[in-house]
């Protein structure tokens, strides 16, 4: 390694402390929240919005127990550190809270009721849907397949791969940037792969197109936002929108109701089986609170209530950003852990771009080919190891000859020859389990070890 690197990257160390670890640098980035707040509210509206109700459908339509579903913004509360985490440099504590602490919380602060910190399925079935639906909606936890128990043709197996492929990596994906030619394209290679059911990622797919056009092109009331939507003719009781569905037909979809949107079958673009047969009336129950059968779903409440604590909870980047860091540290980077600790990541990437560099030194490819080869290798250590990336799961999950081809069709559709990354993948798979274990446990390292201190005091 060069003098010139070494350099370099501790002048990187030293503007990572500066714009995020030191005092001042806490202060500016708090200052910031406050000053860009409006427009994180609008991303958090827009985006939150998109993939909560996402999830609702997802629970519907595959049967899945709120807790098994993984959000967008999961939920979780601040608290002040005591003395003792406080001089371990804990300046904030974030306590995550699961869905059925989130909605009993919810139930009381809307509708002052108390109700047992447990969503299950059937719980959620009972608590959003009229009584009449309610058999038929119970039914559709079967959709698992259980031996003896399931009818052939109407449930899916769920090894963990496709549980996660279902319940936030193909969202994931999508989260990215929402182009859908993009999307279907790394949909496909979960299909291709042999992932997933082509059934289950066309539902998945189509109903993100769906929700998507139903969002920017008409109007919902409870589900849309104000100056985004588009409003329906004028005297029509129903509304249409255009989607090209993932056989690539152009399909225009006619619905009068939010719940056909969002898990109802609807004809050439809901595969048989994986969409819901709704009935005239809406199947979403008001609020407890309302006077008679009309008022705001309790989802909708839901996804409103989440949605603005959220918002709430942005002012606490900048202090989050700059946690475990002891106030001797935050002079100097110098002192810093946290800054030897990025130090450390950025030396690691720095020893696997030489590895590529020195596998393909003859290859004559240019600079911008070369840094995608560099970042297909990043790929390889990181999926596999991301700790808190939602919708990661189900890389952790793929076997490795899984994972490697899917790694290896990624690529090859980025335009990277695939002999190249196989030449790639042989140098570095002895100690890939080693490399990806390394980085996971520097990432916790300093976190875990400043409150085994703080305990320590009381001890």
């Known amino acids: 390694m060069s003098n010139k690197y070494i350099m370099d990257t501790v002048r990187q160390k030293e503007k990572y402390f500066e714009k995020v670890l030191s005092e001042d640098a806490i ?6 929240t406050i000053l860009t707040e409006g427009l994180f509210g609008e991303w958090a509206w827009a985006e939150s919005l998109y993939f909560i109700w996402l999830d609702i459908s997802g629970l519907f339509i595959f049967g899945l127990q709120p807790y098994e579903v993984e959000p967008l913004d999961p939920e979780f509360h601040t608290q002040l550190p005591s003395l003792e985490e406080f001089l371990q440099g804990i300046k904030l504590k974030l306590i995550p809270v699961d869905v059925g602490e989130a909605y009993r919380q919810f139930c009381w602060d809307i509708y002052n009721l108390e109700v047992p910190p447990l969503l299950d399925y059937i719980t959620f079935v009972l608590t ?36 996660d492929l279902i319940r936030a990596t193909l969202l994931e994906l999508a989260k990215r940037r929402i182009d859908f030619n993009r999307i279907k394209s790394l949909y496909e290679l979960a299909v291709n792969n042999k992932l997933v059911h082509q059934g289950i990622v066309e539902s998945i797919y189509n109903r993100l197109v769906l929700h998507f ?45 939010f719940d056909e949107v969002n898990c109802g079958f609807i004809l050439n673009v809901t595969p048989l089986n994986l969409g819901i047969l709704m009935d005239r009336k809406i199947v979403y129950k008001p609020n407890p609170k309302a006077p008679a059968d009309v008022g705001t779903p309790v989802m909708a409440q839901f996804v409103d209530w989440k949605v603005r604590r959220m918002i709430s909870r942005y002012r606490a980047t900048g202090v989050a950003f700059g946690n475990y860091q002891r106030p001797d540290e935050a002079i100097s980077y110098h002192r810093s852990e946290r800054a030897d600790h990025y ?4 030396l690691f990437q720095h020893h696997l771009d030489r590895i590529v560099e020195n596998t393909l030194r003859n290859s004559g490819l240019d600079a911008y080919t070369l840094n995608m080869y560099k970042r297909a290798v990043a790929m390889l250590i990181g999926h596999k190891k991301k700790r808190h990336k939602w919708g990661f799961d189900a890389y952790r999950d793929m076997t490795e000859e899984e994972f490697k081809s899917w790694w290896l ?51």
């Open 128 to 163: 959003t849907c009229y009584p009449e639906f309610q058999d038929y909606f119970k039914q559709q936890e079967n959709r698992k397949l259980i031996v003896g128990k399931s009818k052939y043709g109407t449930a899916y197996v769920d090894p963990p791969v496709i549980r």
């Open 27 to 32: 202060w500016q980035n708090y200052l910031r």
């Open 409 to 459: 069709n990624y690529w090859a559709k980025q335009g990277l020859d695939i002999n190249i990354l196989n030449v790639l993948y042989s140098r570095l798979k002895v100690c890939l389990p080693s490399l990806r274990r390394k980085l996971e446990n520097l990432g916790k390292r300093i976190k875990e070890r400043r409150y085994q201190l703080a305990q320590s005091y009381l001890l």
């Open 343 to 346: 130090h450390t990541f950025r």
């Open 213 to 257: 056009q139903a969002m920017f092109e008409t109007f919902i009331l409870d589900y849309n936002l104000l100056n985004y939507s588009k409003l329906a003719s004028r005297g029509s009781e129903k509304t249409k929108i255009p989607i090209q569905t993932w056989r690539g037909e152009e399909v225009e979809v006619e619905f009068g109701k």
